[in-house]
């Protein structure tokens, strides 16, 4: 692995994405779109918009870099620009990380602005300190990039990477405990978001939401959320194909 290679890849990625304006407004502006029409939904329970709309900046980040993330690789494979950076001097640790710091850069936006949007027009109502709102917010942004470099090994087209969002991101959307606490859960379900990233994203958002301070549970989701990130990026890293079949 060179630190040089991974940061050329991620030069390249990014340059390819300033060409493409479509995708830099899907990560930047649809989150806070949603979160904005979140706020009207519930402009006469704030407090429902409060508990929903920390859980969701967690969530939305998630969501959107993972599809930009999954289709971006695959078509780098599909187009024949992966197996021709494979046949240099590149390893398959270089150009993950490449890619990862590439849109690991795009989350850091794409969270800033989402947090920094409800906190200071949306008004929303917590405990702690923005900044930890932001971080978990981040790596969750982190975990869906991961999640797409991940799932772009097994997709055939940009449909295919498309499809692994029911199968990946929904599951975890309706046990992650947004819908309904978890404890109250069937044991059954409870036990599978008991393993899922995503429900300790939302546990550490509600952490955020009614504690001051940084409580161990709060550390413990950080951590968690974290660690799955890096677990998924060397798996793609392990699965990483030079050409789509």
Not at 127 to 134: C, E, K, M, R
Request: net charge neutral; proline share 4%; aromatic share 6%.
């Amino acid at each position: 692995m060179s630190a040089t290679r991974t940061l050329a890849t991620a030069r390249r990625v990014l340059r390819q994405l300033t060409h493409d304006p479509r995708t830099i407004a899907l990560l930047l502006l649809v989150p806070v779109l949603l979160t904005v029409l979140l706020y009207y939904v519930y402009a006469d329970d704030r407090e429902l918009f409060d508990r929903i709309g920390a859980s969701l900046l967690g969530i939305f980040p998630m969501i959107t870099m993972f599809l930009v993330t999954s289709i971006a690789t695959l078509r780098e494979r599909t187009s024949g620009t992966l197996e021709r950076l494979l046949s240099m001097p590149l390893g398959k640790a270089d150009l993950i990380l490449g890619y990862a710091l590439a849109f690991g850069l795009l989350a850091v936006a794409q969270a800033a602005l989402v947090t920094g949007v409800t906190i200071w027009f949306l008004d929303l109502d917590f405990a702690g300190s923005p900044w930890l709102l932001l971080l978990i917010a981040l790596l969750d942004a982190l975990l869906g990039t991961a999640l797409g470099l991940f799932v772009s090994a097994f997709a055939a087209t940009e449909f295919q990477a498309v499809q692994f969002m029911p199968a990946l991101i929904l599951p975890q959307l309706l046990l992650c405990g947004l819908l309904t606490p978890r404890d109250t859960m069937q044991p059954v379900l409870e036990a599978v978001s008991n393993v899922l990233p995503l429900s300790y994203a939302v546990d550490g958002m509600n952490e955020v939401l009614r504690n001051s301070g940084v409580t161990g549970d709060l550390v413990r989701d950080i951590a968690i959320v974290a660690g799955s990130a890096l677990l998924v990026l060397l798996l793609g890293a392990a699965t990483l194909r030079r050409r789509t079949p």
